[in-house]
């Protein structure tokens, strides 16, 4: 028996034993809303040490590293040198490189642009612990795993480039001259999620803000507050602490005079369930009504900013608040605006990314690709009203019969949902995209497919699948069978007829299409490349503004021919750095698929798309 197949073998055993509830949740505390959390920014000035060998981790016969190695000490090396003349340090973390984070290392220096590996950070920091409190240290992300300690204790490890995780730093916070310090490693492996190879610039780093978060012994840990498709507003908290049992817990939202209270159960969780209030404004793209909702237990006082919306199928259609909704979107990356982004994604980063969709586009959806994007997005999103796609990076090559990869996608999968449930963006959680068909895909899938529901049955659930292509008939046909589509809500398709292959553009129209009819059909990915100000109005090639916004008239008319077409997030808002793209003087490591450039100019297919969304939505 081969290894491949023992491997299936064993994924497939555990799909089978796993009770179709149990979840795979992160290890730590969830710390829902914990942006909103009063807490220390620990962003700012840090220093950084390049790793390229790992020896900070392991010595070279992989041995544990030995003394002058281990960037996680807590030694002032120059101290310790000065001494002993015989002590051999081959690092000095406190007087190393500095930077500025969240940023990636890439933008660090010149010579960090195309580093991938093991990079550790250090800052030095004071703090001021109370007695009686828990602090723990909260990463919005680090790209891809990372590890942590603090005054040379080891707090942690986390895998995963773009969702947040927590460690406990209770009792070992000093109140002056701490030192955290944090093992980011960029590199990739045949099991990690995202794979190897993508379409997409890896940014390594600490990549968004880093905050010590200090809170009561026994504290709201998690709440998720909703509106249920039956119409009651319904709320889950669970709280965390050694009193977290029959505690009592207030919900209130004082703009509807609005106050329920309940007990925890043992475990010290509580539900509560009762009738949306008269004067609730639904959330919708036209009026993105939020509300401040706060939940106090104890000297604990929690709160959220939260929208109340359903998001429902109906046969071939999306239903917003029980009507029809096209989706009129774009795909985005997390990648600012500018020359030389870092993937820092500033309030004012996201609003910028997101105001070309909304107010330039005419959109009401996002599809945030291709792994969960900064929580400033998804507060831009709920604020400007935008419908979000949210997924997760099993994407492409995923190593779909290796269970420790199931275990890895399932857990950041749990980490982007109980972040992000409470955002009332969220219409959308995808489970992949473009993965080829095979039996431990589909067993893969169908599990996290099965976690979003026991995660978030309020929400649709959704992947971006692939087609099959046949050329023997008097037309092109695209056949889309995927067997994943019967655990989906909504379907998605990445096409680029067009753009591969040898398709002319004034044969796109004639192609046909056949897709189930039974379930809303999303495009997830349309697109062409071109670069901005490169003009051939008279024979315009590919890579031209002409041909581009070409395409997007013929590919539109194609779409607008199938009987489910439910809506679209063309590939993508904008030009984002991409190693596999290197045609010199054209891509430079660009990807040019963007309506507008890298620096925000925009191209010809932008007003195309813009004037048939300004169509749609009238007609809507």
Same mark, same amino acid.
């Given at each position: 028996?081969?290894?491949?197949?023992?491997?299936?073998?064993?994924?497939?055993?555990?799909?089978?034993?796993?009770?179709?509830? !149990?979840?795979?949740?992160? /290890?730590?505390?969830?710390?829902?809303?914990?942006?909103?959390?009063?807490?220390?920014?620990?962003?700012?000035?840090?220093?950084?040490?390049?790793?390229?060998?790992?020896?900070?981790?392991?010595?070279?016969?992989?041995?544990?590293?030995?003394?002058?190695? $281990?960037?996680?000490?807590?030694?002032?090396?120059?101290?310790?040198?000065?001494?002993?003349?015989?002590?051999?340090?081959?690092?000095?973390?406190?007087?190393?490189?500095?930077?500025?984070?969240?940023?990636?290392?890439?933008?660090?220096?010149? =010579?960090?642009?195309?580093?991938?590996?093991?990079?550790?950070?250090?800052?030095?920091?004071?703090?001021?612990?109370?007695?009686? %409190?828990?602090?723990?240290?909260?990463?919005?992300?680090?790209?891809? @795993?990372?590890?942590?300690?603090?005054?040379?204790?080891?707090?942690?490890?986390? =895998?995963?480039?773009?969702?947040?995780?927590?460690?406990?730093?209770?009792?070992?916070?000093?109140?002056?001259?701490?030192?955290?310090?944090?093992?980011?490693?960029?590199?990739?492996?045949?099991?990690?999620?995202?794979?190897?190879?993508?379409?997409?610039?890896?940014?390594?780093?600490?990549?968004?803000?880093?905050?010590? &978060?200090?809170?009561?012994?026994?504290?709201?840990?998690?709440?998720?507050?909703?509106?249920?498709? #039956?119409?009651?507003?319904?709320?889950?908290?669970?709280?965390?602490?050694? #009193?977290?049992?029959?505690?009592?817990?207030?919900?209130?939202?004082?703009?509807?005079?609005?106050?329920?209270?309940?007990?925890?159960?043992?475990?010290?969780?509580?539900?509560?369930?009762?009738? $949306?209030?008269?004067?609730?404004?639904?959330?919708?793209?036209?009026?993105?009504?939020?509300?401040?909702?706060?939940?106090?237990?104890?000297?604990?006082?929690?709160?959220?900013?939260?929208?109340?919306?359903?998001?429902?199928?109906?046969?071939?259609?999306?239903?917003?608040? *029980?009507?029809?909704?096209?989706?009129?979107?774009?795909? &985005?990356?997390?990648?600012?605006?500018?020359?030389?982004?870092?993937?820092?994604?500033?309030?004012?980063?996201?609003?910028?990314?997101? @105001?070309?969709?909304?107010? *330039?586009?005419?959109?009401?959806?996002?599809?945030? /690709?291709?792994?969960?994007?900064?929580?400033?997005?998804?507060?831009?999103?709920?604020?400007? *009203?935008?419908?979000?796609?949210?997924?997760?990076?099993?994407?492409?090559?995923?190593?779909?019969?290796?269970?420790?990869?199931?275990?890895?996608?399932?857990?950041?999968?749990? %980490?982007?949902?109980?972040?992000?449930?409470? $955002?009332?963006?969220?219409?959308?959680?995808?489970?992949?995209? =473009?993965?080829?068909?095979?039996?431990?895909?589909?067993?893969?899938?169908?599990?996290?497919?099965?976690?979003?529901?026991?995660? #978030?049955?309020?929400?649709?659930?959704?992947?971006?699948?692939?087609?099959?292509?046949?050329?023997?008939?008097?037309?092109?046909?695209?056949?889309?069978?995927?067997?994943?589509? !019967? @655990?989906?809500?909504?379907?998605?398709?990445?096409?680029?007829?067009?753009?591969? *292959?040898?398709?002319?553009? %004034?044969?796109?129209?004639?192609?046909?299409?056949?897709?189930?009819?039974?379930?809303?059909?999303?495009?997830?990915?349309?697109?062409?490349?071109?670069?901005?100000?490169?003009?051939?109005?008279?024979?315009?090639?590919?890579?031209?503004?002409?041909?581009? !916004?070409?395409?997007?008239?013929?590919?539109?008319?194609?779409?607008?021919? &199938?009987?489910?077409?439910?809506?679209?997030?063309?590939?993508?808002?904008?030009?984002?750095?991409?190693?596999?793209?290197?045609?010199?003087?054209?891509?430079?490591?660009?990807?040019?698929?963007?309506?507008?450039?890298?620096?925000?100019?925009?191209?010809?297919?932008?007003?195309?798309?813009?004037?048939?969304?300004?169509?749609?939505?009238?007609?809507?």
């Amino acid at each position: 028996m081969t290894g491949a197949l023992l491997r299936l073998l064993a994924a497939l055993m555990l799909l089978v034993a796993a009770p179709l509830g !149990a979840q795979v949740l992160p /290890a730590g505390p969830v710390l829902a809303a914990a942006d909103l959390r009063e807490g220390q920014s620990l962003d700012g000035e840090w220093t950084y040490s390049i790793d390229p060998y790992r020896e900070g981790a392991a010595g070279f016969h992989g041995e544990p590293a030995g003394t002058g190695h $281990r960037r996680y000490d807590d030694v002032d090396v120059a101290a310790k040198s000065a001494a002993d003349p015989l002590a051999l340090y081959e690092y000095d973390m406190d007087r190393s490189p500095k930077a500025v984070l969240p940023s990636s290392w890439l933008t660090h220096a010149p =010579e960090m642009r195309h580093y991938q590996g093991l990079v550790w950070y250090q800052k030095r920091f004071d703090a001021a612990p109370r007695a009686g %409190e828990r602090q723990f240290v909260r990463f919005g992300a680090a790209n891809y @795993s990372a590890e942590v300690w603090l005054n040379g204790k080891r707090l942690g490890r986390h =895998e995963g480039g773009f969702t947040p995780f927590a460690f406990e730093a209770t009792g070992v916070l000093r109140p002056t001259g701490n030192r955290l310090v944090v093992g980011v490693d960029s590199e990739p492996s045949a099991t990690s999620i995202p794979p190897p190879v993508t379409d997409w610039e890896n940014y390594g780093g600490l990549t968004r803000s880093v905050r010590l &978060i200090s809170l009561p012994a026994t504290f709201v840990d998690d709440a998720w507050v909703r509106l249920e498709r #039956d119409g009651t507003i319904a709320a889950d908290i669970a709280l965390n602490g050694a #009193d977290s049992a029959g505690r009592e817990v207030t919900l209130r939202v004082d703009a509807l005079k609005l106050a329920r209270t309940v007990r925890t159960d043992a475990r010290g969780r509580a539900h509560l369930a009762f009738a $949306r209030p008269p004067k609730l404004a639904l959330w919708s793209p036209d009026k993105p009504a939020l509300y401040d909702v706060e939940i106090n237990a104890g000297a604990d006082h929690w709160r959220d900013r939260i929208g109340f919306k359903t998001i429902a199928v109906d046969g071939p259609r999306i239903l917003l608040n *029980g009507k029809p909704v096209f989706l009129r979107g774009v795909a &985005i990356h997390e990648e600012e605006l500018g020359p030389n982004p870092t993937r820092n994604l500033t309030p004012e980063a996201a609003r910028a990314l997101l @105001s070309l969709a909304k107010d *330039g586009l005419h959109a009401n959806y996002v599809r945030l /690709a291709h792994y969960p994007h900064n929580e400033t997005m998804l507060r831009a999103a709920d604020e400007l *009203g935008l419908i979000v796609w949210s997924e997760i990076p099993v994407y492409w090559r995923i190593a779909f019969d290796d269970p420790a990869a199931l275990e890895t996608a399932r857990r950041m999968l749990a %980490e982007n949902i109980l972040r992000d449930r409470n $955002r009332a963006s969220i219409g959308l959680w995808s489970v992949a995209n =473009e993965t080829p068909v095979s039996d431990a895909r589909n067993a893969f899938l169908g599990r996290l497919a099965a976690d979003v529901r026991a995660l #978030d049955p309020t929400r649709l659930v959704t992947a971006a699948l692939l087609t099959n292509r046949d050329d023997n008939g008097a037309v092109p046909v695209l056949t889309m069978n995927d067997p994943l589509a !019967a @655990s989906l809500d909504v379907m998605a398709i990445n096409t680029y007829n067009g753009w591969y *292959g040898g398709d002319r553009l %004034e044969n796109l129209a004639k192609i046909e299409w056949r897709v189930p009819q039974d379930k809303p059909l999303l495009f997830s990915e349309v697109g062409a490349g071109a670069l901005a100000g490169l003009h051939q109005p008279a024979n315009p090639a590919k890579f031209s503004e002409e041909y581009q !916004a070409e395409y997007y008239r013929q590919t539109l008319a194609m779409l607008s021919r &199938i009987p489910n077409f439910d809506g679209l997030s063309p590939w993508i808002l904008k030009d984002f750095r991409s190693p596999r793209r290197q045609r010199p003087e054209i891509q430079d490591g660009w990807n040019r698929k963007g309506l507008v450039s890298e620096t925000g100019q925009r191209k010809l297919a932008f007003d195309v798309l813009a004037e048939w969304y300004a169509a749609r939505a009238k007609a809507q």
